[in-house]
Structure formats: structure tokens, C-alpha cells
């Protein structure tokens, strides 16, 4: 028996008439399952021969310093894109697991100022010379996945230190907007035309490949901030200027345990 899918939609107009409109997009549905899982196999059976080559260059590296100039260098080169690879196929396995669970409740009661100091702290290790601001106007806590929602806003905040000069500052807050949970990370860097911000959030569509490549994206960041999003029922918004800085904001709905503490924020 074939299980079918069927999109409902119903349009209330003001003179009391309902208009009800239903399509079967079985079709549609299964041909993008069929997409998901071919990309998350690839991913996976990718994953196998590179940890291989990646070992063996492990070895090899440890002697480089003895091999002739044009060796080190490629030697160096194959590391690197190695290591590009890893981080591509780390992203294409994460962005499947979470497009798999998209329709799944997220059951977890997330502490985000605990979650958004634990990203600090990592951040501050990583890049001990950047600025990072945390400023925290709203402590209330949201329904959903912890892992999830890290990977969504440590992408963002990446993003910003990439897309910035060294002295630039990176401030993400947290506040309370009209009953919804808000984040936001802001930097000083080198904005975004707003006719790239519509499509922003594609698979591999980049403002400018060249730096992008260069700073080591995998072109995946904000697809995954995008389906994070839409598996927690919040909105992205993306705000911009070319040469001043980008905020990029996820409003959350609240979980239904705050609204005891709601007039905190
Ligand atoms: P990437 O791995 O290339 O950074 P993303 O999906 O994270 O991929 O971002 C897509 C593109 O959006 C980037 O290539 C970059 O051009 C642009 N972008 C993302 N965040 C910022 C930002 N904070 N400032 C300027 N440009 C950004």
C-alpha cells in the first residue's frame, strides 16, 4: 500500500466563504527523499577511503620537513584540500541527519544563554584575538534539539569573524521580541548587497567564491542555519550593508514553561 502526501490549503475570505484546496504532492515528497538519501549516502561512503588517505598523509606529514621544496608544497597542498573535503562531507552528513528529523518535535527544553556562553568560550579559544560581545537581555529558554541549535548559531557567529577585518567586533544578543525568543549576531564587516540576501541561503551560492574558498567555507553554513530554523518553527531575517555589516536574527517561539518569566525580559 503506497502512502500518500497531500498539501491542504484553506483560504478563510471575509464574507464567511472557505476555499479548500488539496494536491497530492506524493510525487514531489518522495523525489526529494530520494535526493536526501543519495546525498547522505554519498556523504557517507566518501567519509571511509578519505579518513585512509587522511591517515597516511598524517604519516607522511611527520616527515615532511625532509623532502625536497616542490614535495612540501604539495604535501601542504593535499592537507589542505583534504581537510577541505572532511569539512564538506561533516556538513553535507550534518544538513541530511537534520533535513531527515525536520518534521520530528524537538522534545529538549534549551538553556540558549548556556548554550550561547559555551560558544563564547569556544570562540575565545579558537580566535583568542578577536572581539567577541555576548549580550544577554532575555534568559528564557526555548524547545529543541541543543546540537542543532549550537551548529545554527556557531555558523553564524563564523561567518561574521570571516566576513570581517581582525579588529572588527562580532556582538550576538539575546532579547525577548514580542513573546518570541530573538537572536542575533551582528559584525562590522563587509556586508552583503541586498540582491545576493534572497538566495543566501542555497547550498554552495557565495557572494564571492574566491574569498569564500579562501577562508575555508564549506558554502553549506547557511543552509544548515536555514533548515535549523524551519525545524524549530523560527524565521531568519537578514539585514545588511555593503562595507558597514551584517545582523543576521532567528526569532524562536518561546517554550510554553516561560510564560511565567516572560515579564523579565
Ligand atoms: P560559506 O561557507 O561560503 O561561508 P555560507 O552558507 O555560510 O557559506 O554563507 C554563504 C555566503 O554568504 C558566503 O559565501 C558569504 O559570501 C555570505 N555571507 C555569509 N555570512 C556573511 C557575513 N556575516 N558577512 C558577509 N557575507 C556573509
Known sequence: QVRRHLQVIITRFAEGDILLFIRDVTDRV???QMRRDFVGNVSHELRTPLTVIMGYLGTMLAGVDQMPAPYQRAMRQMEGQAV???NLLKDLLWLSRIETTEGQQKHDLVDMTGLLEE???EVANAHP???LRLQIDCREKIRGDYRELYSAVSNLVYNALKYS?????????ASCEDGRYCLAVEDEGIGID???IPRLTERFYRVDDSRSSSTGGTGLGLAI???VAAAHGAQLNIDSTLGRGSTFKLLFPMAAEN???????
Open 30 to 32: 518522495r523525489t526529494e
Open 84 to 86: 577541505r573535503m572532511e
Open 225 to 227: 542555519v536555514k533548515h
Open 259 to 265: 510564560t511565567g518569566d516572560m515579564q523579565a525580559c
Open 194 to 196: 541586498a540582491h545576493h
Open 119 to 121: 560558544l563564547r568560550e
Open 165 to 173: 577585518p581582525e579588529d572588527g567586533a562580532v556582538t550576538i544578543s
Open 129 to 131: 584575538e578577536r572581539t
